[in-house]
């Protein structure tokens, strides 16, 4: 089993649409949760990163449910800029455990 | 954007010759990473460093080794490059938890990538 897991996708969802993705982890140890964005070709970059309570910055959520071990990301009112593809990743903490788990990602292409 | 820098961007080479990876940053960060990425695969970590002269090993080390001389300098080696070894590379920096109060920590930063080809 891989420690962290995805839905590959592709997602196919219309300009405006809200979409969902879930993650879940196998290490119940794990400590901190975030998702990346991945551009065609290019590097990560840190989305956001996930807390217990749930966050949100402006269109995106992220939820995190330690008991079922799954991490979600909302998007709302999606727009043609947020085709991508979203990686899940886990830390397994610990001070000074810097090392990072990702997921395979999942694609998303906003349909005009 | 952070300031990391990978040379090459693009290399071809042959089975068998040796390859150096160079991963450069201005940030100062304490921490950096070689990952991996491959079709089917997360990243997966190859080797990384806390400090100078200081380097562990990833989940994927086989065949690499790395070397850390100064705080901005992290290099990966293919002491002998295979095919499987064909892929893309991206380092990364982060900087310790307790040094980034009130901010996203263990925020890792990416640079942009060397994609290599093994022949």
């Known amino acids: 089993r891989k420690e962290v897991e995805q839905d590959p996708g592709p997602f196919n969802v219309p300009e405006g649409a809200t979409v969902a993705f879930n993650c879940t982890y196998s290490?119940?140890?794990?400590?901190?949760f975030f998702w990346y964005r991945q551009d065609c070709r290019k590097e990560p970059k840190l989305l956001m990163s996930?807390?217990?309570s749930g966050n949100e910055d402006g269109r995106f959520t992220a939820q995190l449910n330690r008991a079922s071990q799954y991490i979600s990301l909302l998007i709302r009112d999606s727009k043609l800029s947020d085709s991508a593809t979203y990686l899940c990743?886990?830390?397994?903490?610990?001070?000074?455990?810097?090392?990072?788990?990702f997921g395979t990602g999942t694609r998303l292409t906003i349909i005009p | 954007d952070a300031g990391i820098t990978q040379s090459p961007r693009h290399k071809v080479t042959e089975t068998g010759t040796p390859v150096t990876l160079r991963c450069h940053q201005t940030?100062?960060?304490?921490?950096m990473y070689w990952y991996r990425q491959d079709p089917g695969h997360g990243l997966r970590l190859i080797h990384y460093?806390?400090?100078?002269?200081?380097?562990d090993k990833g989940e994927v080390s086989d065949g690499y080794s790395v070397s850390r001389s100064k705080t901005e300098d992290f290099l990966l080696t293919l002491e002998s490059a295979t095919s499987s070894q064909t892929s893309v590379y991206f380092c990364?920096?982060?900087?310790?938890?307790?040094?980034?109060?009130?901010?996203?920590?263990?925020?890792?930063?990416f640079g942009p990538g060397t994609r290599l080809t093994v022949l």
């Open positions: 990743v886990v830390r397994e903490g610990g001070f000074g455990n810097e090392k990072l788990t």
């Open positions: 990364a920096i982060s900087e310790s938890e307790t040094l980034r109060q009130g901010s996203s920590y263990n925020e890792q930063f």
């Open positions: 996930v807390y217990s």
């Open positions: 460093s806390y400090g100078v002269k200081d380097t």
């Open positions: 940030e100062n960060h304490r921490y």
């Open positions: 290490n119940s140890a794990s400590q901190s």
